[in-house]
Every structure is written in structure tokens, then in C-alpha cells.
């Protein structure tokens, strides 16, 4: 059975740094060609992917928000993904979710609900206070 769990999430003051990571389980991180995902649900906005890497062809993607600040890497051993945030923005508040595609990599177009994914993990609080 495939698994994320996601941990890292704080309360962090603007300008700080986060390292948030997702432990999979139930799959080979690198091997298995997955689509490694990060999606964030801030509040009273919709889901958006701020990041995703990819096991099939080493794609990595960003979204406009966070390019620059944000870097998304993996530790294979650890079978770990993880997303260090740097310069955090009260507009970084949310939720944050790691998702996993065996289908897409980062080149194509990534959804953001949980259905479309081979798995979800539960998620990780970031609050940054202004």
C-alpha cells in the first residue's frame, strides 16, 4: 500500500525557513518512476502545486509563487522527498500536501485533487506570521 506522510509544518515569523519532508512507503522513491508532488491549500484559496520532482525523467517544477525560494529534493536511501522553503511569505500559509503520480512527470499538467493521485499523505501545517 502506498504512503506519504508529511512533516516539517510550524509557525515560523516572515523571512524564516522551513524544511518540510514526505516519507513514502509501499513504492521505491526513484525507481518507481513516481511524480513527487507538492500541493498547498491556503485558506479560503484553492489548491495549488508549488512543486513536484520526477522520479521517470528528473523533471523538476516550481510554481511562480516560490520559484527561487523554495528547493525540492529526494534522498532515495530515506526514500524521503523533501521541500526547503527559505524567505517565507505570510502568503506561504497553509496546508501542505505531498502527492504521489505514477502516471505524470513535472512537464506535464498536475492536478490538485486527491482522486487524480496513487497517493496522498495527510499534510503539514505552515503558518507564517507577518
Known amino acids: 500500500q502506498l504512503q506519504l506522510v508529511e512533516s516539517g509544518g510550524g509557525l515560523v515569523q516572515a523571512g524564516g525557513s522551513l524544511r518540510l519532508s514526505c516519507a513514502a512507503s509501499?513504492?521505491?522513491?526513484?525507481?518507481?518512476?513516481?511524480?513527487m508532488v507538492w500541493i498547498r491549500q491556503a485558506p479560503g484559496k484553492e489548491r495549488e502545486v508549488v512543486s513536484c520532482i520526477s522520479d521517470r525523467d528528473g523533471t523538476l517544477y516550481y510554481s511562480d509563487a516560490v520559484q527561487g525560494r523554495f528547493t525540492i529534493s529526494r534522498d532515495v536511501a530515506k526514500k524521503t522527498v523533501y521541500l526547503q522553503m527559505n524567505s517565507l511569505k505570510p502568503e506561504d500559509t497553509g496546508t501542505y500536501y505531498c502527492?504521489?503520480?505514477?502516471?505524470?512527470?513535472?512537464?506535464?499538467?498536475?492536478?490538485?485533487?486527491?482522486?487524480?493521485?496513487?497517493?496522498w499523505g495527510q499534510g503539514t501545517q505552515v503558518t507564517v506570521a507577518s
Open positions: 502527492a504521489a503520480n505514477h502516471l505524470i512527470t513535472c512537464s506535464d499538467h498536475m492536478e490538485t485533487n486527491r482522486p487524480n493521485y496513487n497517493a
Open positions: 509501499g513504492f521505491t522513491l526513484g525507481l518507481d518512476y513516481y511524480a
